[in-house]
């Protein structure tokens, strides 16, 4: 399947490791943590029962808030959905945590957490496999008309939205699903809600509109085992659901992906998460407080020329670059903005990879 289940399937416990300190969102004291003497750890597996029809992957991850969800596995029989599901969690000592939401509530119903195995998750899997026809049940949820009739409606612009992708699902797996077509990472955006999580959604952007129109053949077709609805979008849309939850940016190096703490500072600063509509302009007025010219901000743009979301904006001295960290997470527009310490070798590798 080449996606993050079927290396659960292919490591089986090892592909677990030591579990990091505790920070779960959760009331009751932490369980003993188990000893492995001569026994590999159980497999972080749990089995929900009582599941409302409509029920969606983000649900189940808002469910199970403050815990590592490694797959979502919905449960049908003949195509229709039992109100089941399987949820590998990150760490067999999570499985407790998990169970400490047993009986509570989704919508309106109440939901049952069981311990699982390996050995019935791995059924399930095969059961979906050889169902795959079946819907899933984030499948029956409403949808705004401008999603649902997009195949029929809108004009295509260049840009595909997928949706019911797995939650392991990374850029390699979309660029080997769309393997008839050109595709840089770039081109590729996941979306994630607010606290981060994935959405089981992602915008593709193609070299042309032709290419877009061409690659809806793929709609309704697996990755992994999952199948995967396309329909036809827009630069604009995407910019709607991020600013709904948050957007994924493109890979950037990591002395300024690990935080504004991560590298010694410099007079540059990177930005990430602006409106693509963003000009200088709107910079200039974010750091109004700080001088600057037209000269020292660089919007970044990617391989089909379209703007990432994201910036390099030169200071004057040390002092006001680190000064400007406290605009970090305010907003432009209708996006908040994070603030990262970069450099000017950053800058310039950013800018000849064009992103």
């Not at 407790?96 to 509530?105: E, K, S, V």
């Not at 049940?137 to 840009?159: K, L, W, Y």
Request: overall charge negative; some cysteine; hydrophobic content about 35%.
């Amino acid at each position: 399947m080449g996606l993050k289940r079927q290396r659960i399937m292919d490591q089986g416990s090892s592909y677990y490791g030591t579990p990091p300190a505790s920070s779960y969102m959760y009331n009751a004291p932490p369980p003993p943590a188990y000893s492995y003497v001569s026994q590999p750890p159980p497999f972080p597996v749990v089995r929900l029962r009582g599941l409302p029809f409509d029920c969606s992957e983000t649900d189940i991850a808002e469910f199970f808030h403050g815990l590592d969800i490694v797959d979502i596995l919905f449960v049908h029989k003949i195509g229709k959905f039992t109100g089941e599901a399987y949820c590998v969690l990150g760490y067999p000592l999570q499985v407790d945590y998990a169970l400490q939401r047993n009986m509570q509530n989704i919508g309106r119903r109440y939901v049952e957490v069981f311990r699982s195995k390996r050995q019935e998750y791995y059924k399930a899997i095969a059961n979906e496999v050889s169902d795959a026809r079946g819907g899933s049940p984030r499948r029956s949820v409403p949808r705004a008309r401008s999603f649902d009739d997009g195949r029929e409606s809108v004009d295509h612009t260049g840009v595909l939205r997928l949706r019911g992708l797995p939650f392991s699902a990374g850029k390699s797996d979309i660029k080997k699903f769309f393997k008839d077509f050109v595709l840089s990472e770039d081109s590729i955006h996941f979306t994630v809600n607010s606290e981060g999580r994935p959405t089981g959604e992602a915008f593709v952007e193609f070299a042309s509109a032709e290419d877009s129109k061409a690659a809806m053949v793929k709609d309704r077709m697996t990755l992994g085992s999952r199948y995967v609805e396309l329909f036809a979008s827009s630069l604009e849309e995407w910019e709607e659901a991020a600013a709904r939850g948050r957007s994924d940016v493109p890979h950037v190096p990591k002395s300024s992906n690990d935080g504004n703490d991560s590298t010694e500072p410099t007079t540059v600063l990177r930005m990430r998460g602006l409106p693509f509509s963003a000009g200088k302009d709107d910079i200039m007025d974010f750091f109004k407080d700080f001088i600057l010219s037209e000269e020292s901000i660089h919007l970044t743009i990617n391989s089909g020329g379209r703007p990432t979301g994201e910036a390099f904006v030169e200071f004057s001295s040390l002092e006001d670059a680190e000064a400007a960290l406290s605009k970090d997470r305010m907003t432009l527009g209708s996006r908040y903005v994070e603030l990262f310490r970069s450099s000017l070798e950053e800058l310039n590798e950013a800018v000849s990879r064009r992103r």
